[in-house]
């Protein structure tokens, strides 16, 4: 396996994995000595990213496609972390579009094995909510923090506007995951009600979580809001992944690389 051994990172590379092309493009033009592996139908961009090894790799999008992609970077790799960064729909009330969440716990919106097992358990685990690593979201909390303390330098004015970004805020909290993209008013009510801490919903994060808590590697997630999970879901979600999330991924990621990652 081509991974970087020249550098200090002798526990392994860490792993960053998005589930959009958009959402890795340009994070993959920062990476030097890239080499790609192909494994499956999925591409793994090793390399060195702010003095880190990494593993850069498109996950698809679902649960599915992430747990497996993320399987390869334990097994095949030896990622010593890993970190999804991608976009998701706000259920809280004080979470808006353009705001940042990083997880706390993460748990599965969509699977109900009752009555064998409670509402949401994954059955033969004794767990509904998997706890991201307390360091990692630390780490990127505050990566956050410093990025979206000028929202203006990263994304422009006219963007900002187009989107109705404002003064942009970090939460940290519960984020659920299910293979069904929310996007009606009807829906996000459903899931508030039933899980009313969840701060935001998208549809992988969950799932590499069970698989990093099985091999134990610290595993967080980074979510840029770009919708309420309502009937208005669907607009402009290209251009606002292109435009904002993309950004925000690569400043971020790059932030807390260069500041708060460990050597």
Not at 52 to 66: D, E, F, Q
Not at 73 to 98: C, D, E, K, S
């Amino acid at each position: 396996m081509n991974i970087p051994s020249s550098q200090p990172n002798a526990r392994g590379p860490i792993g960053i994995v998005a589930a959009l092309h958009e959402e890795i493009n340009e994070l993959l033009t920062w990476l030097t000595d890239a080499q790609c592996v192909h494994i499956g139908s999925r591409d793994f961009w090793t390399g060195w990213l702010d003095g880190h090894a990494v593993v850069v790799v498109l996950s698809r999008v679902g649960k599915v496609a992430a747990a497996s992609t993320t399987a390869v970077l334990i097994t095949q790799f030896n990622v010593r972390a890993v970190v999804f960064a991608g976009v998701a729909g706000a259920l809280a009330p004080g979470v808006a579009v353009g705001d940042v969440v990083v997880s706390e716990e993460l748990l599965q919106h969509d699977v109900d094995a009752s009555p064998l097992f409670p509402r949401w358990e994954i059955p033969l685990t004794g767990m509904a909510r998997f706890p991201a690593d307390t360091s990692l979201a630390n780490g990127l909390l505050e990566s956050a923090g410093a990025v979206l303390a000028d929202p203006h330098a990263l994304l422009g004015p006219d963007v900002m506007r187009a989107f109705g970004i404002a003064a942009p805020q970090v939460h940290r909290g519960l984020i659920v995951s299910g293979d069904r993209f929310v996007c009606t008013s009807a829906e996000s009510a459903v899931l508030r009600t039933a899980l009313p801490d969840a701060l935001a919903v998208e549809m992988e994060g969950a799932a590499v979580a069970q698989v990093c808590h099985e091999w134990a590697v610290p595993f967080a997630a980074i979510r840029t809001i770009s919708d309420r999970a309502d009937d208005a879901a669907s607009v402009d979600f290209a251009q606002f992944i292109a435009q904002v999330d993309s950004r925000y991924s690569v400043a971020i990621l790059r932030k807390w690389l260069s500041t708060t990652a460990a050597a």
